[in-house]
């Protein structure tokens, strides 16, 4: 408790200050639930007033800390929290606007708590709370560090909420005690499916490699007029029931986040005890004046450095609708939407179809499959027909789904450019135990040198093999590349070509079809991926170039035999 009466009028003031702003920064961040999750133009004000606020809080403590020391009783936790706040905000304004710069923002914060050990005293403070606190702290930590790749980190962090978890049962025996364990599980789930090829150092430490897309891994292309949209919104939906996940994260969101960014920029300094909004870079300044950055009479006025995303873990379709048509309403000129889902299907019983955009099924976009029997339709299904008002704008859709192959079927009665790309529709049994890990289509799309030797059982691979290798599959990129722009493929896809991402993500697919076309263990054509329109055989999914190519890989792995002979390719 305060006592007033033994301060001076300094020292009053500068209590009292303190106490409005963090009242003030408590409403503020408290009402950022209540904001829209879709749109852009809702929130920006809200969030600069919030960090505002928070950058004055920051300053304040910093240039007053004695006073509040020695007058308020202010204790290191409290800081703690103010700087976990401010890290929540960062992450939060990070999966609104999908730039990672501002999770090297949050990472920084989130590194101070730990680095000055603001939370160390929280279990001798003998408050419950602080201690729940300290651990949704850890648990936020954790996810940051696992989009930034900071692997070691991550696996630091485990033991020590191990740890806490273990002293916060014990002290005060929990209502909560089986849900924080089941965290902890989920975590340590993660991180196993996420390794599951390690590319290993000389002295069989694991290396860990970053899959966003950098100037490195950009895939060449030869230019032309048709080559007009680039990617703008992005929904991935994610909502496989047997998937690893945490925090609202499954395997195949968390890989297809990263496929869909760039590589962050490395020049940013961690300055822990500066405020939020010091204008160190760029990118440190979300709030009102930043949001011009993005929003300037209702248009974007600089270009992004990412697509914009929004992210959505077992959601009612009802939210998959206003979720797509937000993104399909913020289209730009010459913008794309894709739409990303990962979903179990939802199988129609129907014996002769006659609405190819309903009668055939979809995908469920949130529970178990417990309507498939049922004579009525699923009402949490994503049926194809949904998507057909969407159409109006240039769409690149992507299922990866057990009924994926529903939605081929999708009309283009506007003329727009549209593309689906879906997974194979099984898995040959040897593969099928995995399933939890991810799905192997989705890690085509994001690491295509993982997923071969995955399909190959390799589990580790030495550093010089695996940068031998993914020369391999660079050639085939570039390859495929030119192949693509020369041969008659459909419209539409030329137009999406000229997207860096919508152009990785074609070429991983073409690599995708080659290698389970040529392996043995997936020759039945439910074990292979679809597109719709479909890409030319002969000139590119069978061109010999491009099989040569996997076969000089497999080689080099020595995996030779997974794969059939010359004379054994149709």
């Not at 290191?76 to 923002?105: D, F, M, P, V």
């Not at 025996?173 to 090829?197: N, R, Y």
């Not at 991935?236 to 395997?251: H, P």
């Amino acid at each position: 408790m305060v006592v007033m009466a033994s301060m001076d009028e300094h020292e009053r003031k500068v209590v009292m200050e303190f106490c409005h702003l963090l009242e003030k920064s408590k409403q503020l961040f408290n009402g950022l639930r209540d904001l829209p999750q879709y749109g852009h133009k809702q929130w920006q004000a809200y969030f600069g007033r919030t960090f505002d606020i928070y950058t004055k809080l920051w300053k304040f403590q910093q240039q007053h800390r004695q006073v509040l020391d020695t007058k308020y009783g202010l204790k290191r936790w409290q800081i703690g929290e103010i700087a976990s706040k401010i890290g929540q905000l960062y992450y939060h304004y990070y999966l609104r606007t999908s730039e990672t710069n501002y999770l090297n923002e949050a990472y920084s914060f989130y590194a101070a708590i730990r680095g000055r050990a603001y939370y160390s005293r929280a279990s001798k403070e003998d408050r419950s709370e602080l201690m729940v606190k300290k651990l949704r702290y850890y648990a936020r930590f954790i996810v940051v560090c696992l989009l930034l790749r900071r692997m070691k980190l991550v696996r630091e962090l485990i033991v020590e909420l191990d740890r806490h978890i273990a002293e916060y049962t014990s002290t005060y025996e929990p209502d909560d005690q089986i849900e924080w364990s089941l965290v902890l599980d989920e975590i340590k789930g993660f991180v196993t499916a996420d390794g599951i090829v390690s590319v290993m150092h000389a002295d069989t430490n694991p290396i860990v490699l970053s899959h966003r897309l950098s100037p490195l891994t950009t895939p060449p292309v030869e230019r032309n007029q048709y080559m007009s949209l680039t990617l703008q919104e992005i929904l991935i939906v994610g909502s496989a029931s047997e998937q690893v996940k945490f925090s609202e994260l499954t395997m195949d969101m968390f890989r297809m986040i990263q496929t869909l960014e760039r590589e962050p920029q490395e020049d940013y300094n961690h300055v822990y005890d500066a405020s939020p909004a010091t204008g160190r870079n760029p990118y440190a300044v979300p709030g009102s004046k930043g949001a011009s950055r993005y929003m300037e009479n209702g248009e974007r006025s600089n270009k992004r450095e990412n697509p914009h995303k929004y992210l959505l873990y077992k959601p009612s379709l009802s939210q998959v609708l206003v979720f797509l048509a937000s993104g399909f309403k913020e289209l730009p000129t010459n913008g794309a939407l894709l739409l990303y889902i990962s979903a179990d299907g939802c199988f129609s019983t129907t014996k002769h179809p006659e609405d190819m955009g309903y009668d055939l099924g979809g995908v469920l976009t949130s529970g178990r499959r417990d309507g498939e029997h049922k004579k009525q339709k699923e009402s949490h299904c994503l049926y194809p027909g949904d998507l057909y008002p969407f159409t109006r704008r240039p769409l690149f859709v992507i299922v990866d789904s057990d009924n994926s192959f529903v939605f081929q079927h999708i009309p283009r009665y506007f003329g727009q450019p549209l593309v689906t790309l879906m997974s194979p529709q099984d898995t040959p049994p040897a593969f099928q135990d995995q399933q939890h890990n991810g799905s192997l289509f989705t890690l085509f799309l994001h690491s295509p040198l993982t997923a071969f030797c995955y399909c190959c059982n390799l589990t580790n691979i030495p550093i010089h093999h695996w940068e031998r290798c993914q020369s391999f599959v660079d050639r085939f990129v570039t390859e495929a590349s030119r192949l693509f722009t020369r041969s008659r493929v459909e419209p539409s896809y030329l137009q999406f070509f000229g997207d860096d991402f919508l152009r990785l993500v074609l070429l991983r697919y073409v690599f995708c079809d080659v290698v389970l076309h040529l392996h043995r263990a997936f020759k039945s054509r439910q074990y292979r991926p679809r597109c719709q329109p479909p890409l030319p055989e002969a000139e590119l999914l069978e061109h010999p170039s491009l099989q040569h190519l996997v076969l000089d890989l497999a080689a080099h792995l020595e995996v030779r035999t997974h794969f059939m002979d010359n004379h054994e390719i149709d």
